[in-house]
C-alpha cells in the first residue's frame, strides 16, 4: 500500500461497503466515472483486480477482502485521530507568545488580559517587551503589537487601540530652574530624557505637528534609558523634560507632579496594530484573544 494516497483507500472502502459504485459516488461526493478510474488506478498500481463487476452487482475479490481487513480498523483511526486533533485546535487552550513594545503592553495588552486570562484558565499568554523590529517568525512568537507604520506589509494587522498623542512633560522643580520652552526647537537649551533604540542604538526623535506642519527634533541631557517607566520617573524626580505618550502621563499631570509644555505641537501617532503572518492558521485561543483585543470605537 506504500504510495497510496488516504483518499484512494478512503474511495476502495466505499465502494467496498457499499456494493455499489453509485451509492459509493453518492457518499463520497464525486462522480461515477471519477470513483472508477480512482479505483482503477489503485488496481493497477497494486497488480490486482479488487472488485468483480457485473452489469448488476459489485462484490470485493479475494484479495479486495484482504485489503478490507487490513485497513478498515487504519483508516478509521485515521480519522478518529484528525478528529481529535481537531478537537485540540476548536478547544481554548495553549500558550501565546507576543511580542510588543512596553507602552502597547501597558495601555492596551495587560488591561485586555486581566479580563481575558480568569475567564479561560487553559490558556497562557507571554509576553516580550522589546523595542526593536522584531522578527515575529524566527522568533517564535505567535504574534507582535506595534504601530500601524511599522508593520510588515506582507502581515496580518489587526488595529487594537486609538491613536496616541504624545506630551513633553517636566516637574514642577524642573521648571522652577528653567523657562518653559515655546517652540521645540527651544528643546535644544533644555536638558532632556532620551529613549534609546535597541534596533538601531539611537536615541528616540522627538516628533511634533502643529497646521499641518511636522518638525523632528534631536534632545541631549543626563539620562538615557530603554524604558518608559525609567524615564517617567526620572521626569518625576526633576532630571529633565521627557517625550511620553499623553494617557502614560495623565495621573501625575491631573496631581501636578508633571506639567505639560508645548500642547499645541503634539504629535499622535498611528493606533498599535496586532500582527502576525498570513500564513499563520490561527488556534482557538489566538482567534478568542485577537477578538478581545480588537479595537472597537
Known amino acids: 500500500m506504500q504510495g497510496h494516497r488516504l483518499r484512494d483507500l478512503e474511495a476502495f472502502l466505499a465502494v467496498a461497503e457499499e456494493a455499489s459504485f453509485t451509492r459509493a459516488a453518492a457518499r463520497l461526493g464525486i462522480s461515477q466515472s471519477a470513483l472508477s478510474q480512482v479505483i482503477r488506478g489503485l488496481e493497477e498500481s497494486l497488480g490486482l483486480p479488487l472488485f468483480a463487476r457485473t452489469t448488476r452487482s459489485v462484490a470485493v475479490t479475494p484479495a479486495g477482502e484482504r485489503l478490507l481487513l ?7 483511526q485515521i480519522h478518529a ?6 478537537e485540540l485546535r476548536d478547544k481554548p487552550s495553549g500558550t501565546i507568545r507576543i511580542s510588543a513594545d512596553e507602552y502597547a503592553v501597558y495601555s492596551v495588552l495587560q488591561p485586555a488580559l486581566y479580563r481575558f486570562l480568569p475567564a479561560y484558565p487553559d490558556i497562557d499568554v507571554e509576553l516580550s517587551v522589546d523595542y526593536g523590529l522584531t522578527d515575529i517568525i524566527s522568533g517564535r512568537y505567535d504574534a507582535g503589537v506595534r504601530r500601524g507604520g511599522l508593520v510588515a506589509k506582507d502581515m496580518i494587522a489587526v488595529t487594537i487601540s486609538p491613536p496616541h498623542p504624545m506630551s513633553v512633560v517636566g516637574s514642577p522643580g524642573y521648571f ?3 523657562h518653559p520652552p515655546k517652540h521645540p526647537r527651544d528643546l ?3 536638558t532632556c ?3 534609546r533604540l535597541p534596533t538601531h542604538g539611537e536615541h528616540f526623535a522627538w ?3 502643529k497646521a499641518g506642519h511636522e518638525q523632528r527634533v534631536r534632545v541631549e ?7 518608559i517607566a525609567s524615564a517617567r520617573d526620572a521626569a518625576l524626580h526633576g532630571l529633565g523634560l521627557a517625550y511620553l505618550p499623553q494617557a502614560y502621563v495623565s495621573d501625575a499631570l491631573e496631581a501636578g507632579q508633571l506639567i505639560e509644555v508645548l ?3 503634539r504629535k499622535t501617532f498611528e493606533p498599535y496594530c496586532l500582527y502576525y503572518p498570513s500564513r499563520r492558521h490561527p488556534s482557538a485561543a489566538f482567534t478568542l484573544l485577537v477578538d478581545v483585543l480588537r479595537y472597537k470605537p
Request: hydrophobic content about 45%; aromatic content about 12%.
Open 188 to 190: 535644544t537649551e533644555h
Open 176 to 178: 522652577a530652574q528653567r
Open 193 to 195: 530624557i532620551n529613549l
Open 221 to 227: 541631557g543626563q539620562f538615557v534609558s530603554n524604558s
Open 70 to 76: 487490513l485497513i478498515g480498523p487504519a483508516v478509521g
Open 207 to 209: 516628533f511634533f505637528a
Open 81 to 86: 485521530g484528525l478528529e481529535a486533533i481537531t
Open 263 to 265: 500642547p499645541d505641537w
